[in-house]
């Protein structure tokens, strides 16, 4: 009975083992074929995708800071705004010490209005030099009448005295009046020419009176700009940043007092590769990713890229025609445009780094 007994445990000992084996092979056959699976689905995206997106990591944010200077010097009085500060296009940052400029707005105004009253005596004045003209000429009218009458009656005096009709004296007479006739006339006429003379005189006053009251309202004017460049306006939307100036301080004009970051209309300058630039064209969809949301994709495109790389437009330009020369793989900012629909856009902030990758297909390749 031993002896079939052990028959028997070793005829059933392979029929247990062989369901363990089994499994085995069934686990060792399903992860490759998860591992061939993925293989192969890496293999599809990187055809159809992923040959064609050039990325970088030497990427940063941009933006056109505004540094904020004065027109005009001061001492500053006021100071509205802080570091980190959000501002509005127009809003009010800092105020100079206004007193002088309005003294000089003062004197401007009052300058002006005593030329303006010049200028106003002039016209009065031309206005009744040209009555006395009229007066004049109306004289120099009256004379001429009175000469010719006078005239006549010295020719009608003569001949009566040549006739004996008349007397020698009424004829002699007849001759004075006509010669204070002429006489008259004679004056009359310079009278008038003075007058005329006179005026000309008087609009070449006016004209320069005009001219002063121009100059006047030039200088007031530039006094009103200097009074409201006291004033120092934020001419963007953003934040404040790097503020140098303080209370009391004398700045000059055009001296640096504080930066203002523009809130929108940022850019990202993505330095790639030479060698990553051969199907790389303005207009191609971008992805980013900043270090400081990892975990959000920003949206954009290639809004244009560099005539020189970053290397030529450095302050000292690398010479290579020397005897110790090592190739170097240069690099070529890259301007890509952000989607301004994005919500996120205002968690970046001027310098901050990023990953950014290119997609070089066409646009018909992306639709397929």
């Known amino acids: 009975m031993s002896e079939i007994a052990l028959e028997r445990a070793t005829a059933t000992l392979p029929a247990k083992t062989m369901p363990k084996q089994s499994l085995k092979w069934m686990l060792a056959a399903g992860f490759v074929g998860l591992l061939a699976v993925g293989a192969a689905r890496y293999a599809y995206d990187w055809w159809s995708v992923g040959r064609f997106l050039e990325t970088t990591d030497d990427a940063y944010v941009g933006a056109n800071v505004t540094p904020i200077s004065p027109h005009v010097a001061g001492f500053v009085a006021q100071i509205l705004v802080a570091d980190n500060d959000r501002v509005s296009a127009g ?13 000089a707005v003062d004197r401007a105004s009052a300058i002006v209005a005593q030329r303006r009253a010049t200028l106003e005596s002039l016209i009065a004045r031309e206005q009744l030099q040209q009555s006395t003209i009229r007066a004049a000429e109306a004289d120099v009218e009256a004379k001429i009448a009175g000469a010719a009458f006078a005239k006549e ?30 006489s008259a006339i004679t004056s009359s006429k310079a009278a008038l020419d003075a007058a005329r003379q006179q005026l000309a005189v008087l609009d070449a006053q006016i004209a320069e009176a005009r001219a002063a009251v121009e100059e006047a309202d030039a200088d007031l004017r530039t006094a009103e700009l200097n009074l409201g460049y006291t004033e120092i306006r934020s001419p963007i939307d953003g934040y404040v940043g790097n503020r140098a100036a303080q209370t009391g301080a004398y700045v000059a004009g055009g001296a640096y007092l504080v930066a203002v970051i523009p809130a929108h209309e940022l850019w990202v300058d993505a330095n790639f590769k030479e060698d990553q630039l051969r199907h790389m064209v303005a207009g191609e969809a971008v992805t980013i990713v900043a270090d400081t949301l990892p975990d959000h994709i920003f949206h954009g495109s290639v809004l244009s890229l560099s005539p020189g790389t970053g290397a030529i437009f450095s302050v000292i330009p690398p010479e290579n025609a020397t005897g110790n020369f090592t190739k170097i793989v240069q690099r070529v900012p890259v301007r ?5 629909s ?3 856009l205002g968690a970046l902030r001027p310098g901050l780094s990023s990953t950014v990758s290119v997609d070089t297909r066409s646009r018909s390749e992306r639709l397929r």
């Open 153 to 182: 009656e010295d020719a009608r005096y003569r001949q009566l005295a040549q006739s004996s009709a008349g007397s020698q004296q009424n004829a002699q007479k007849a001759l004075a009046a006509n010669a204070v006739a002429q």
């Open 342 to 344: 994005d919500p996120e």
């Open 336 to 340: 890509i445009a952000l989607d301004g």
């Open 91 to 103: 809003q009010t940052l800092i105020r100079l010490d206004d007193r002088d400029f309005r003294a």
